[in-house]
């Protein structure tokens, strides 16, 4: 008798007709003859194995670059429950369509078997996904991102009980791109794109959207969040999980090192763009971080800005979409040392600093182990997890928002989320910078209508018996003149104090029609340029503003009709009340 396992992949080899069927094992000699195939045919570059030993270029196609949102599709038998929030397709056309261009897809290829665990080997939180791709840089891809091969297949065994994710390159047009999901049969299949969270199905697809879609069935969160702790000087460790929309600071956050003036602190990263988290026997929400490796943004990542990454990437990781020096180095935007005279941009052509156009793409990533991190938690692969003490959300927003402020309960705190909205970047295709809302950073990845979310939310809250405190941070808010106002990245841990001091009951707030807002000198601003009048101006509470962003908000809950839970509603009532009153 087959295993479903084996059952699904003849299935699958027979509409796809590959030439070859491989199923990894995860080892080093599968991944080295891997690398060594795609060297021959250029799918990869290799870099300077002087410098970046086991590091490895590839260019994408360059119409294929980023997420494509518009051909992402939820297709749950009822309409209404993939919701407002998703593109839709009943699951009987969604098959009939998508598989039509899988038939022969695979045709001259070589079809492999993907098994990945999502989390920790050993965690009972921790879920089996299967990938059958044609790409074999999503193979090298998926061993960084997931405990992928054997462990996987040892821990499914005979069993049915795993996310069947059927990928192949197709002929990467975006014309015949899609990635549709059927979180009802934990099915998800994409085409015709080869890049990030369309084809490592275990990241976006499985990890949130079916996950997302799982965790309301069972009474957990799967969400796009970092896990930190923060340890102090008293040797205190505290978690923190943070919810920021794609390309607006999760990894950054995750690996924040403390400047000269806060020494005596360190943060731990335990995740640095998705966490599952349960309710614990002790009635807290405990965390996993459900990946192995990082798929970071590249530009912008220096010395400076993030030195536990450049750490992290300087061996054994895959470079998408970056520049290309004439020593065989990376190079993208805002790296160290500035551009080099010449390279070789993110499409493979001769650049230099003149010729006006970026070198690297603006969504160029690494994709680099977990376990290279200098700042890896001790705990990262605790099976239990780590407890979560407070949850941030925080949007770019060049305005309205201030840097920091606390919710007044749980139900205030889902209430911040579900209103959260930011700038639009390079993660995915489509216009940059527009302010789009994305609640809990989650728009693109709830994988069901997202009035249940919230509800699901609400319901979280009441099942647990000490509740993180929910804040909304902006570290993007800007003066008139477009300049930054906070200085970031590592000062950041200059904000967080203050989230520590306010979950441990040691400090006061002042109490605002929007929520708690810290009084000015509660954050340590010594040594910083940033003026008391800026501090002023990066807490203010704009009443003007806020009327009309509560307006705004009310006509983006309208839109979910019965779905949207009383609460949410009448917190938003309230806060108008109280920016009257
Ligand atoms: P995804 O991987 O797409 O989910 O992105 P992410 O949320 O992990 O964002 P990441 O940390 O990679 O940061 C994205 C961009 O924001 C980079 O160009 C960073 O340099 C920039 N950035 C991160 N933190 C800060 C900050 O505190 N201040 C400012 N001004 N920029 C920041
Ligand atoms: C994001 O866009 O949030 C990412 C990159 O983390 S991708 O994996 O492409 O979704
Ligand atoms: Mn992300």
């Excluded at 009309?548 to 509603?569: D, N, V, Y």
Aim: glycine share 10%.
């Amino acid at each position: 008798m087959p295993t479903p396992l084996e059952h699904w992949v003849d299935q699958v080899a027979a509409h796809t007709h590959p030439k070859h069927i491989q199923w990894c094992d995860g080892s080093d000699t599968e991944n080295q003859r891997l690398i060594e195939r795609m060297l021959e045919t250029g799918t990869l570059i290799e870099l300077n194995q002087k410098e970046y030993p086991a590091c490895y270029l590839h260019r994408s196609d360059p119409t294929d670059v980023a997420r494509t949102e518009h051909l992402t599709f939820v297709c749950t038998v009822r309409k209404e429950d993939a919701g407002p929030n998703n593109n839709w397709m009943a699951p009987a056309d969604a098959k009939e369509k998508v598989g039509a261009l899988f038939a022969g897809s695979m045709k001259g290829r070589t079809l492999y078997v993907v098994p990945y665990i999502m989390g920790p080997v050993t965690s009972p939180y921790s879920q089996i996904g299967v990938e059958i791709t044609d790409s074999p840089y999503v193979v090298a891809s998926m061993r960084i991102m997931t405990r992928m091969g054997q462990a996987a297949l040892d821990r499914l065994g005979a069993s049915d009980n795993f996310v069947k994710g059927l990928h192949s390159l197709g002929d990467l047009s975006p014309d015949r791109r899609f990635i549709v999901h059927l979180p009802e049969e934990r099915v998800i299949w994409s085409i015709g794109s080869g890049y990030g969270g369309n084809a490592l199905l275990g990241k976006k697809c499985f990890a949130l959207r079916i996950g997302s879609f799982m965790a309301r069935q069972e009474g957990w969160l799967a969400e796009h969040m970092l896990i930190l702790g923060v340890e102090e000087p008293s040797g205190r460790t505290t978690y923190i999980a943070a919810a920021f929309p794609s390309a607006c600071g999760k990894t950054n956050l995750a690996m924040l090192v403390p400047p000269e003036s806060e020494k005596g602190y360190k943060v731990w990263t335990v995740g640095e763009d998705i966490a599952w988290m349960h309710t614990g026997p002790d009635g807290r929400l405990w965390a996993i971080n459900p990946e192995a490796g990082f798929f970071g943004v590249a530009p912008g990542t220096n010395w400076h800005t993030n030195p536990n990454v450049m750490a992290t990437i300087a061996k054994n990781s895959l470079y998408t979409n970056v520049a290309l020096t004439p020593r065989g180095t990376p190079y993208w935007e805002g790296m160290d040392g500035g551009p080099p005279a010449e390279a070789v941009d993110w499409q493979g052509k001769p650049w230099t600093p003149h010729n006006g156009v970026k070198a690297a793409h603006p969504n160029s990533r690494f994709t680099t182990p977990a376990r290279q991190c200098p700042s890896i938690s001790p705990q990262w692969e605790n099976p239990k997890g780590v407890p979560i003490s407070a949850i941030l959300f925080g949007g770019r927003r060049a305005s309205l928002i201030p840097l920091v402020y606390q919710s007044l309960n749980w139900q205030h705190g889902v209430f911040l989320g579900a209103t959260m909205a930011s700038e639009t970047t390079a993660a995915a295709t489509g216009k940059v910078g527009v302010v789009r809302r994305d609640p809990m950073a989650m728009l693109p990845f709830c994988g069901y209508n997202m009035g249940d979310y919230f509800g699901h939310w609400l319901d979280m809250g009441r099942r647990l018996q000490q509740a993180p405190q929910v804040f909304r941070v902006n570290w993007f808010r800007q003066s008139p003149e477009g300049k930054f106002l906070w200085p970031g990245f590592g000062e950041n841990l200059r904000v967080l104090r203050w989230v520590l001091a306010r979950v441990h009951g040691e400090v006061g707030a002042a109490e605002t029609p929007i929520g708690y807002v810290p009084h000015s000198n509660d954050i340590d601003t010594s040594g910083l340029e940033v003026s008391p009048a800026v501090m002023q101006a990066l807490l203010a509470v704009d009443h003007d503003g806020w009327v009309e962003a509560a307006a705004g908000q009310r006509k983006f809950f309208e839109q979910f009709g019965e779905h949207l839970p009383r609460q949410i509603w009448q917190e938003n009532e309230t806060l108008t009340r109280r920016l009257r009153g």
